[in-house]
């Protein structure tokens, strides 16, 4: 079954670093790594996404295990903000999208 | 620029009845794909539009239905209600169609309740 896995709950203190892990072994190379986050009463909203290398941007960076088989978003300093649900979802060729359960992340100020 | 917006964001059925829900996509996106969001079941994919075309269909029923005018504007049907179909229905548009590489923008969703 082409599953992603994810921890049910994750809690970080507000200014640290977070890193939420994502599985997802049954991985083909030609297939994408997306990540969104959804806040309460709003739809998802695009965090990151990425193929085989790492990735960065201005919300968060993607590490992509050399294997493929996880991957993990890291929020550099987490703010009261990034308290949301964070969905992991792979992509294969035919847009055959998989939806993580999602990883909710509480922030403690 | 203006975000997805989805039309209306709130509703209550009956059993039975069908129901229309809208989506405006964001200027310039040719693609419009829905998706389905319960507490059990998560998110799932309901189909994607592309230039008024058909391009990808998920795994739901016939009474699931959707289509896409030519200004890229889309609308999903569900006809003959069930308790079941009760979710959050959430418009996604993007400049090209998939998701492989491609960043997908969300609306905030319509809720639909069936009594």
């Known amino acids: 079954d082409a599953k992603t896995t994810q921890p049910n709950s994750m809690e970080s203190n507000e200014e640290e670093p977070v890193h939420l892990p994502c599985n997802h072994s049954?991985?083909?190379?030609?297939?994408?790594i997306h990540w969104y986050r959804q806040l309460p009463s709003q739809g998802p909203e695009y965090v990151i996404h990425?193929?085989?290398s790492n990735v960065n941007n201005r919300m968060a960076s993607l590490a992509i295990a050399e294997d493929r088989k996880s991957s993990t978003l890291i929020l550099h300093r987490a703010t009261l903000r990034d308290a949301a649900v964070y969905y992991c979802?792979?992509?294969?060729?035919?847009?055959?999208?998989?939806f993580g359960a999602g990883t909710r992340l509480t922030v403690k100020p | 620029k203006a975000g997805v917006t989805q039309t209306p964001r709130y509703l209550i059925k009956t059993r039975g009845q069908q129901v229309t829900l809208s989506c405006s996509p964001i200027?310039?996106?040719?693609?419009v794909s829905w998706y389905q969001q319960t507490p059990g079941q998560g998110l799932q994919f309901l189909f994607e539009?592309?230039?008024?075309?058909?391009?990808n269909k998920g795994n739901f029923p016939g009474r699931f239905s959707g289509r896409q005018f030519s200004n890229s504007r889309s609308e999903m049907n569900v006809s003959t209600l069930e308790l079941g179909d009760s979710a959050l229905y959430l418009c996604?548009?993007?400049?090209?169609?998939?998701?492989?590489?491609?960043?997908?923008?969300f609306g905030e969703g319509s809720w639909l309740t069936v009594v």
């Open positions: 996604a548009s993007s400049l090209f169609g998939g998701w492989a590489g491609n960043t997908i923008y």
């Open positions: 049954t991985i083909s190379g030609t297939d994408y």
């Open positions: 990425g193929l085989t």
């Open positions: 979802i792979r992509v294969d060729n035919n847009n055959d999208m998989r």
């Open positions: 200027s310039g996106h040719r693609s």
């Open positions: 539009y592309f230039s008024e075309t058909q391009r």
